[in-house]
């Protein structure tokens, strides 16, 4: 395995390869490839021995043309500066490619989750919420669950928030509990964007998702709804994974059987499949359609030779390295990026927001359906573009159209001072 691209240099990169087909200056690009700014804090957290642990945390607010910033925070122990920087970049052009009116923003901590009490956590939320205060706010900057973040921590955000400016304000987080102002639909709408784009792409080539094989690479929250409504569509899911390797039945699996089993012991590998495979064995699988579910870098130039899947949906921010899109593209392999593919969760985040504004919640299906509305018409777009332009792959022609509607915000605004 060669050495792990930094995540941030991949954005630059990915940013770069769209400006080359756009009309854009120096100092504009420098803009385009760098986040306004990020707040870097060392959190001070008494554990339940009375010690006290000090964890860095991060929150990058990278482009605010077009909105408040937005995007998720993650409980991770690989969480970087340069991560989290990348992360904000990725979500502002996301926002931009379904056009939602928001900019882009990421946080994160480095810990362990696994390692704390839910009263640990709760402490150290609480203490990340209250630094973030001063530059988030529904108008300003919105937090949202990411990679071991979800409704417990997004509650107690909201909670430190409100409490500590005196007002209610739910628009603040989303990702929310039901009962706290959360979205219907929202827990399932990343995998909801993974099943519809994987849809799409597969009726763009002129084949049908049902009846394909796939393999999922992580189990979380995007892995393991966008496997279980792909098994709805009638596709057959042959291979799923989590960090401890993969289950594997070439007849298909049961994946709410496999969730059901990871949920009990903790091992999507504990699930009853004939074969255990590696995550690498998982990601060279010859499959019809691949969808890499877990964090940056899954695929890098090297492994990306030995890819066999046709198809590549991303439901992880970055799973491809830039190397790996080159090997891939040369190798008649269709990649449908990442802020399109996983945009259904900032997406119903949006909606969300709405519904806390106006004090005026939607159903399920209401929702279900505008988010369809929304991933099917930034499909369309992309397509167009990429054909109308000559571009070479979805990636480049979803960073076009994104980085035309940040800069049409941006030129709109004009420059201050
Ligand atoms: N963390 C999710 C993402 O990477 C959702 C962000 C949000 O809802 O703001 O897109």
Known sequence: MSEAANPFESLQEQVDDAAAHLDVDAGTLARLKNPERVLETNLSVELDDGSVELFRAYRS??????????????????????????????????????????????????????????????????????????????????????????????????????????????????????????????????????????????????????????????????????????????????????????????????????????????????????????????????????????????IDGELAHEVEADVIVEAANGPLTPDADDVLADRDVHVYPDILANAGGVTVSYFEWVQNRQRFYWSEERVNEELETVIVDAFDRLTSTLEERDLPNFRTAAYVVAIERVLAASEQSGVWP
Request: proline residues 5%; hydrophobic residues 35%.
């Open 61 to 298: 607010q990278f482009n605010g043309a077009r909105g408040p910033y937005k995007g998720g925070v993650r409980y991770h122990p690989q969480v970087s500066r340069d991560e989290v920087k990348a992360l904000s970049g990725w979500m502002a052009y996301k926002c931009a490619v379904v056009d939602i009116p928001y900019g882009g923003g990421k946080g994160g901590i480095v810990v362990d989750p696994d390692d704390y009490s839910e009263a640990e956590l709760e402490r150290l939320t609480r203490a990340f919420a209250t630094e973030l205060r001063p530059i988030i706010g529904e108008d300003r900057d919105i937090p949202a669950p990411d990679v071991n973040t979800g409704r417990r921590e997004m509650n107690w955000i909201k909670d430190t928030y409100e409490t500590l400016e005196n007002t209610t304000e739910p628009g603040v987080v989303t990702g929310k509990a039901p009962d706290s102002g959360g979205s219907a639909g929202r827990v399932e709408a990343t995998g909801r964007s993974v099943m519809l784009t994987a849809r799409e792409a597969f009726e763009y080539l002129g084949e049908d998702v049902e009846g394909a094989t796939v393999a999922v690479q992580g189990y979380g929250n995007a892995g393991s709804i966008a496997a279980r409504l792909l098994e709805d569509v009638g596709a057959s899911v042959v291979a799923v994974s989590d960090s401890g390797g993969a289950a594997y039945d070439p007849d298909g699996l049961d994946t709410r059987a496999a969730k059901a089993r990871k949920n009990e012991t903790g091992e999507v590998t504990d699930y009853d499949a004939p074969e255990t495979l590696t995550n690498e064995e998982l990601l060279t699988l010859d499959v019809d359609l691949l969808v890499p579910a877990a964090l940056e870098n899954a």
